[in-house]
């Protein structure tokens, strides 16, 4: 069986920084790719950055460009989203996901529908962040 398993969430203030980490098991790394989804209260789901699928290549959406850094350890199956400079609006639940395809299509600039993101191959249990002004 697949599981994700996010972990690293937390209370921090503006300007602050936090890790998020995501243990994935029983995944084909050459195959699927790893990234973050998110969703605020309120607001509709939003992919956040991802690394992977045919190639190890990364996106970014653009509100957190030059702030998060998203990175794979393949040897401990982790994949890492270092956060930095973090802003009251990155406050969300942040998700781990596994999909063969979607990082692609986010990198061709495509972007993902609410039916989308329902049907990624894998969901992990979200991890809570919220950025205090």
């Known amino acids: 069986d697949v599981q994700l398993q996010a972990s690293g969430g937390g209370l921090v203030q503006a300007g602050g920084s936090l890790r998020l980490a995501c243990a994935a098991s029983?995944?084909?790394?050459?195959?699927?790719?790893i990234g973050w989804v998110r969703q605020a209260p309120g607001k509709e789901r939003e992919g956040v950055s991802c690394?992977?699928?045919?190639?190890?290549?990364?996106f970014y959406i653009d509100s957190v460009k030059g702030r998060f850094s998203i990175s794979s350890d393949i040897a401990k199956n982790t994949v890492y989203l270092q956060m930095n400079s973090l802003k009251p609006e990155d406050t969300a639940v942040y998700y781990c996901v596994a999909d063969r395809f979607f990082c692609a299509r986010q990198r061709m600039g495509v972007t993902l529908t609410e039916h989308y993101y329902e049907g990624l191959d894998y969901w992990g249990k979200g991890t809570l962040v919220t950025v205090s002004s």
């Open positions: 690394i992977g699928g045919t190639d190890d290549s990364t």
């Open positions: 029983g995944l084909d790394f050459d195959v699927y790719a």
